[in-house]
């Protein structure tokens, strides 16, 4: 649907946003955003935006990699003559791109910002227009019970409605269970993702299970606890607790929707843009609802740069009935202007008029 473009600059920048108090999850925390923001400009002049947010507790990707993979890019990139994104997207993809989803999703909505932009159309109904609302959660990280209960409070406070909680860390299930009877205590009508990272062992989330249980404490969706290849511990944990089950880790490709429809491990497929980018999740989306699985949409430690890409990506698709698009919110400097709005926990793209609208205060 685009006219032939030319690719004529293209940079590679290191984006260092501090955040409020370090993101903890299962598999360690984070205190600072070490994201990558990439500039692309097309020979008409429009430039788009894109970010890779690596986060090594989740994935094992570094800054580092997304820089290795996008400034390796640029030598080809540019003057490279295209009529259709997803071509250039899968050349990315076999030169080095792969290795990297963060530097693919980077360097997918930079090329998609700018070809939006340069047609006067709004990301959100590139991709479909199905809407232009979604409802986010808000995260509580891994903590004490005392921290946990603060942080629930200030959710409920900017009157965000659904209430995510990290589990797994150290601690075991006794100090998950205090953290969400915590919580419970001051929330005790918002709906509770409850997210693994897939660092719990089976016998920690049978524990975990039966503690909740007891406590009157019935979660909406357990999202990824046990290990990614632990499909049959995954359907088990669906057939013991009664609950939802989410695969994030376990998801990130149309293979592994495949594997997880057939193993009937899931329910809901957690799609992050930044595990394999744009054009991998159109397809992960497809395969998805052909299986009859949920949707969600999550995301890294990202600014609001990335996390509207994925707004964008959500509303215009439609469907997904859980987002977790919360990480601009605990980053405390943003150097963008433009993105989605917030109002409470309601997420609209509406007022995006060209591209993901979001660009650099220097820009």
Same mark, same amino acid.
Request: charged share 15%; net charge negative.
């Given at each position: 649907?685009?006219?032939?473009?030319?690719?004529?600059?293209?940079?590679?920048?290191?984006?260092?946003?501090?955040?409020y108090?370090?993101? /903890?999850?299962?598999?360690?925390?984070?205190?600072?955003?070490?994201?990558?923001?990439? !500039?692309?400009? @097309?020979?008409?002049?429009?430039?788009?935006?894109?970010?890779?947010?690596?986060?090594p507790?989740?994935?094992?990707?570094?800054?580092?990699?997304?820089?290795?993979?996008?400034?390796?890019?640029?030598?080809? &990139?540019? $003057?490279?003559?295209?009529?259709?994104w997803?071509?250039?997207?899968?050349?990315? +993809?076999?030169? /080095?791109?792969?290795?990297?989803?963060?530097?693919?999703?980077?360097?997918?909505?930079?090329?998609?910002?700018?070809?939006?932009?340069?047609?006067?159309?709004?990301?959100?109904?590139?991709?479909?227009?199905?809407?232009?609302?979604?409802?986010?959660?808000?995260?509580?990280?891994?903590?004490?019970?005392?921290?946990?209960a603060?942080?629930? +409070?200030?959710?409920?406070? +900017? +009157?965000?409605?659904?209430? %995510?909680? %990290?589990v797994?860390g150290?601690?075991?299930?006794?100090?998950? &269970?205090?953290?969400?009877?915590?919580?419970?205590?001051?929330?005790?009508?918002?709906?509770?993702?409850?997210?693994?990272?897939? =660092? &719990?062992?089976? *016998?920690?989330?049978?524990?975990?299970?039966?503690?909740?249980?007891?406590r009157?404490?019935?979660?909406?969706l357990?999202?990824?606890w046990?290990? %990614?290849?632990?499909?049959?511990?995954m359907?088990?944990?669906?057939? $013991?607790? *009664?609950?939802?089950?989410?695969?994030?880790?376990?998801?990130c490709?149309?293979?592994?929707?495949e594997?997880?429809?057939?193993a009937?491990?899931?329910?809901?497929?957690?799609? %992050?843009?930044?595990?394999? =980018?744009i054009?991998?999740?159109?397809?992960?989306?497809?395969?998805?609802?052909?299986?009859?699985?949920?949707?969600?949409?999550?995301?890294?430690?990202?600014?609001?740069?990335?996390?509207? *890409?994925?707004?964008?990506?959500?509303? /215009?698709?439609?469907?997904?009935?859980?987002?977790?698009?919360?990480?601009? @919110?605990?980053?405390? !400097?943003?150097?963008?202007?433009?993105?989605?709005?917030?109002?409470?926990?309601l997420?609209?793209?509406?007022?995006?008029?060209?591209?993901?609208?979001?660009q650099?205060?220097?820009?």
């Open positions: 649907m685009f006219a032939p473009h030319t690719i004529r600059g293209f940079e590679v920048n290191l984006l260092d946003i501090p955040l108090a370090p993101f /903890g999850i299962s598999g360690g925390a984070q205190a600072v955003a070490n994201n990558v923001l990439v !500039t692309l400009m @097309l020979a008409d002049g429009t430039t788009g935006y894109g970010e890779a947010a690596p986060l507790p989740y994935n094992g990707e570094t800054q580092a990699d997304a820089v290795g993979v996008l400034t390796a890019a640029r030598s080809w &990139l540019l $003057e490279r003559s295209f009529t259709d997803r071509v250039v997207a899968e050349e990315f +993809r076999r030169l /080095g791109g792969g290795g990297c989803g963060s530097a693919q999703y980077a360097f997918e909505l930079a090329l998609l910002d700018a070809l939006t932009r340069s047609a006067g159309l709004p990301l959100w109904k590139y991709f479909g227009g199905a809407s232009t609302t979604l409802e986010t959660d808000m995260t509580v990280t891994t903590g004490s019970p005392a921290e946990a603060e942080a629930a +409070r200030a959710i409920r406070a +900017r +009157r965000i409605r659904q209430i %995510k909680v %990290k797994g150290a601690g075991g299930p006794e100090h998950d &269970l205090a953290r969400l009877t915590a919580i419970h205590a001051v929330a005790p009508t918002a709906p509770l993702i409850l997210d693994g990272n897939a =660092g &719990l062992s089976r *016998g920690h989330a049978s524990t975990l299970v039966s503690g909740l249980r007891d009157g404490i019935t979660p909406v357990l999202e990824q046990l290990a %990614k290849d632990d499909l049959a511990g359907r088990a944990l669906r057939e $013991e607790s *009664g609950w939802t089950v989410a695969a994030d880790e376990s998801v490709s149309v293979q592994d929707v594997r997880i429809a057939a009937q491990a899931a329910q809901v497929i957690n799609i %992050k843009l930044m595990k394999a =980018g054009a991998t999740a159109l397809d992960i989306v497809v395969a998805a609802r052909a299986a009859g699985l949920g949707l969600m949409i999550g995301g890294n430690v990202e600014s609001i740069l990335a996390m509207t *890409g994925s707004a964008c990506f959500a509303t /215009g698709q439609g469907g997904f009935q859980f987002a977790d698009l919360d990480t601009p @919110l605990f980053l405390a !400097t943003n150097p963008f202007t433009g993105g989605f709005a917030l109002d409470g926990g997420i609209s793209v509406a007022a995006i008029t060209a591209g993901h609208g979001v650099p205060h220097h820009a």
